[in-house]
């Protein structure tokens, strides 16, 4: 044995007779239960680091008293069914709220031994568990009828049959999440709605079954909703809009982005009802036009956050009205907002409200604002990020002497190449940067050949298109020096089989 590792043991002995009697002296100094008030406070991995510093120390942190809060997200690939029965038979009645958003392993038995031994349980998320199936839903409904908050986002199996089994056995439900539960409809949610008259919070993003009729249900039983996000329920009318607006006045969240058949009709029905409204979110809903905007900046004047990405019918107008009305904005979109330009953004940036409270504002693919614009935005003391992406008249001079104004602010943008100049004197200008061909089969290279100026071409799974197309876009990229040129592809035939985003020109 070597000086120094006998020294190195000594020391080690030290040490532990050091921390052993540390230890002794807090047990003997801290009753019991002042110590489990201690450690009430620790995460899972604290306390888990705890219970092995000795056996009284075991004991306290795994006290079920300790667990009435359960995250486990950051551990989803390696929590598996026997490690979740595990913890339901140590917590018991304890457990009010636990986390397991992304833990791809459980199954309906795992969860069935939670419900049956955590019977107490007030918020469960089960986002992203994929596995589950409505059996999951009925052993909440028989055993956890205190459930105030569930989670069953992206759970895709589940159908009707778990909101029928909530509405039955957790009538203290508050806040549902069924998002991208595509088998749902609106049986289920009418159902859900009937039986849960407490709902202050409905997800449903992307559950393109959802009807007017689930909606209207939903908003005369459930008049203390104050947040809904119908984002992408794409058979969704006026109609929906105009019963939320009738039954929930106290709506402070909305999201209808992607509700594409929704008209002004809807806005002005949010603008007579909903005064208290907070956040808009409308994107992608193209029939939406100043008159819809005028409307609600003249009545929803505690509007902080508004999404209009997509709008593409709004104008300065809409601005002006938004500077004016809307003195407490913070979050404003105008991405691919198309005919804005720096007079909207004039308005906008020199008013009070923009002055005191913007923070974020998003102008991506707004073609006809130049420097002007952000000469406009150097008032806004608070704007922390600013989105240019593909807003071609912008330059970083602009861009330069706006970080003179507001040194912290984050500017997101990048410089595409020109468009080319169109081949005929007579036709108008063209400000697409990015082409977008979606399942085109019966596209072939001739077709998309004059696209080949554009600084972006997308070609997803269009199955005419060949190598031919590849090798001219390369020859015409060389030839105009497009730096930033390429050609997205995915799925093509056997006679292209390219990646997404293999090819890329520089």
């Keep these: 044995m070597t000086d120094n590792h006998y020294v190195h043991k000594k020391r080690s002995n030290v040490l532990t007779r050091v921390f052993m009697e540390d230890e002794a002296l807090i047990n003997k100094k801290l009753p019991k239960e002042l110590l489990l008030r201690i450690f009430s406070y620790l995460d ?48 018991g009645g304890f457990l009010r709220q636990i986390l397991l958003k992304g833990c791809l392993s459980l199954t309906d038995n795992s969860l069935r031994i939670l419900a049956q031994h955590c019977n107490n349980i007030e918020d469960i998320n089960l986002n992203l568990c994929k596995k589950l199936t409505d059996t999951t839903s009925q052993a909440l409904s028989k055993h956890c009828n205190k459930l105030q908050r569930v989670d069953l986002g992206s759970c895709s199996v589940i159908t009707d049959l778990s909101l029928k089994a909530l509405a039955d056995g957790c009538p203290h439900l508050t806040h549902v999440n069924i998002s991208w539960c595509v088998n749902i409809t609106e049986s289920g949610v009418i159902a859900l709605a009937r039986g849960c008259r407490k709902l202050e919070s409905f997800t449903s993003m992307g559950c393109v079954q959802l009807t ?69 979110e409308v994107a992608c809903c193209s029939q939406f036009t ?40 913070e979050k404003l979109s105008l991405s691919h907002c198309e005919l804005i330009t720096d007079e909207g953004v004039r308005q906008l940036g020199t008013s009070p409200c923009a002055a005191e409270h913007l923070t974020v504002l998003d102008l991506d693919n707004c073609p006809l604002i130049t420097d002007a614009s952000l000469d406009h935005l150097i008032s806004c003391h608070n704007l922390q990020r600013i989105e240019l992406f593909d807003c071609q008249l912008i330059t970083r001079i602009g861009i330069r002497r706006l970080r003179n ?37 019966s596209y072939s290279c001739d077709v998309i050949q004059p696209m080949l100026g554009h600084a972006t071409v997308d070609v997803v799974s269009s199955g005419g298109v060949t190598r031919t197309l590849v090798r001219k876009t390369r020859q015409f990229c060389l030839k105009e020096k497009l730096w930033s040129t390429s050609l997205h592809t995915n799925g093509l035939t056997v006679e292209a089989p390219f990646t997404l985003s293999s090819l890329s020109f520089g």
Excluded at 44 to 66: P, Y
Aim: charged share 15%; hydrophobic share 40%; net charge neutral.
């Design 405 to 441: 104004f507001l040194p912290n602010i984050k500017v997101h943008a990048y410089f595409a190449p020109a468009t080319p100049p169109p081949s005929s004197t007579n036709a108008r200008t063209r400000y697409c940067r990015c082409c977008e061909l979606w399942s085109c089969n």
């Design 290 to 329: 100043d008159t819809g905007f005028q409307a609600l900046a003249r009545n929803c004047r505690l509007l902080a956050k508004l999404d209009l990405e997509e709008c593409v019918l709004i104008t300065d107008a809409t601005l002006i009205h938004l500077a004016m009305g809307c003195p407490r904005l």
């Design 212 to 280: 007017n009729e689930a909606v209207g249900v939903l908003a005369s039983h459930c008049s203390n909703l104050s947040a809904i996000n119908l984002h992408q329920c794409t058979n969704l009318l006026d109609a929906a809009v105009l019963s939320l607006a009738e039954h929930c006045p106290n709506l402070l969240y909305l999201c209808l982005s992607h509700c594409s058949q929704l008209t002004d009709a809807s806005l002005i029905v949010l603008a007579q009802r909903c005064h208290q409204l907070h956040t808009l």
């Design 44 to 91: 899972v991995t604290s306390l888990c680091r705890c219970a092995q510093v000795s056996k009284a120390w075991n004991v306290l942190a795994l006290d079920g008293s300790n667990w009435s809060r359960i995250d486990l997200f950051n551990f989803q690939r390696d929590v598996e069914g026997p490690v979740l029965e595990n913890i339901s038979r140590r917590c």
